[in-house]
């Protein structure tokens, strides 16, 4: 069974920063893209930030690139969201979604259950 | 960058009934990259639909998915009491930003 679980959320003050994690297990980690989405009751869905499978290709939205860095781990199975320079409109529960393939398809077919980032001073 | 709008905003209908969301492209999509998800309270999304007309391992064969170019649809032919729930479409084309997601269709127990 695929499982996905975030970890790593909480209230931070702006401009602070707070780094996600995303434990994968179920199957090969390796051998998928994973991506981070985030989601607000104002803005709805909003994705974040795509991995490769071997890390070596990164892509951000434009409302958090160079504020945010994705990487991964997969001697350990988890996906990171570094999360720095945070800002009010960066409140969101954000999850970690996998690819169903290793090069990206911008496909979501699995996703964790989410994890809560308040930025309030 | 594609925006998707999805119609309804809320679709109120009894259990047994048939739904029909639709989910709009400002831009044609490239190869019916469109893909639809079913979000409950509390819960992440879940795959339904991909390809647009292509069920998701384990999707019960009353959510069907059809259309091409701007305009998609999500029919589900009898509505169980376990689908209602929030939609939302996305599309996942090649150009920037990859991903992008219709604003929602609340399906909603009449």
């Known amino acids: 069974e695929v499982r996905l679980l975030e970890s790593g959320g909480g209230l931070v003050q702006p401009g602070g920063s707070l780094r996600l994690s995303c434990a994968a297990s179920g199957f090969t980690f390796r051998n998928y893209a994973m991506n981070w989405v985030r989601q607000t009751p104002g803005k709805g869905l909003e994705w974040v930030s795509a991995v490769s499978g071997t890390g070596g290709s990164t892509y951000y939205a434009d409302s958090v690139k160079g504020r945010f860095t994705i990487s991964r781990d997969n001697s350990k199975d988890t996906l990171y969201l570094q999360m720095n320079s945070l800002r009010a409109e960066d409140t969101a529960i954000y999850y970690c979604?996998?690819?169903?393939?290793?090069?990206?398809?911008?496909?979501?077919?699995?996703w964790g259950q989410g994890n809560l980032v308040t930025v309030s001073s | 960058e594609i925006v998707l709008t999805q119609s309804p905003g809320t679709l109120s209908l009894s259990p047994g009934e048939r739904a029909t969301l639709s989910c709009r492209a400002s831009q044609r999509v490239t190869n019916t990259y469109l893909a639809w998800y079913q979000q409950k309270p509390g819960q992440a999304p879940r795959l339904l639909i991909y390809?647009?007309?292509s069920r998701a391992t384990g999707i019960p064969d009353r959510f069907s998915g059809s259309g091409s170019g701007t305009d998609f649809t999500l029919t589900i032919s009898r509505l169980e009491p376990e689908d209602f729930a929030v939609y939302y479409c996305?599309?996942?084309?090649?150009?920037?930003?990859?991903?992008?997601f219709g604003g929602g269709t609340k399906v909603e127990i009449k």
């Open positions: 996305q599309q996942y084309d090649s150009s920037f930003p990859r991903i992008t």
């Open positions: 979604a996998r690819d169903p393939s290793r090069m990206l398809t911008w496909l979501l077919d699995y």
């Open positions: 390809g647009a007309s």
